[in-house]
């Protein structure tokens, strides 16, 4: 008996998001010994700090859009890098903001409307989860 397209898509798409959120893992818990040290050994001034400050989020939004656009190409189709960065960001601010899980995950299948396009309730959910491990 064949597998019903839908399934198969929400499962690839599971299956993306998995791997990406899984890869994120691995780079976030590697260590350099020499990097460390090195960070260990110089200082920064405090002037400095806030330029670097703002790279980890703009690093987090790229790492979203890449994975947005590989797990979900029909929501992504037309869309430019900026308008998946902003379902991030909104997610985001959600989240923080304390809204309920299941409000924030009917936002995100309103944002990810692309033409007659839009996320299902699972694929609104793994946008959600991508976006609350980065956030």
């Given at each position: 008996m064949p597998l019903a397209s839908g399934t198969v898509r929400r499962t690839s798409a599971a299956i993306a998001v998995s791997t990406t959120l899984f890869a994120l893992l691995i780079a976030g818990c590697s260590s350099d010994d020499k990097d460390t040290a090195t960070a260990s050994s110089t200082s920064t001034s405090p002037?400095?700090?806030?330029?670097?400050?703002a790279v980890p989020d703009?690093?987090?939004?790229?790492?979203?859009?890449?994975?947005?656009?590989?797990?979900f190409p029909k929501l992504a189709e037309g869309r430019s890098d900026a308008q998946i960065a902003e379902i991030f960001t909104a997610t985001c601010k959600d989240i923080k903001d304390g809204k309920a899980e299941d409000a924030i995950v009917q936002s995100t299948?309103?944002?990810?409307?692309?033409?007659?396009?839009?996320?299902?309730?699972?694929?609104?959910q793994a946008i959600f989860?991508?976006?609350?491990?980065?956030?």
């Open positions: 002037a400095t700090q806030p330029s670097g400050a703009s690093a987090k939004a790229g790492m979203f859009v890449v994975s947005y656009r590989s797990a299948v309103d944002r990810s409307k692309s033409g007659q396009t839009a996320a299902s309730k699972e694929e609104a989860t991508t976006a609350k491990y980065l956030c």
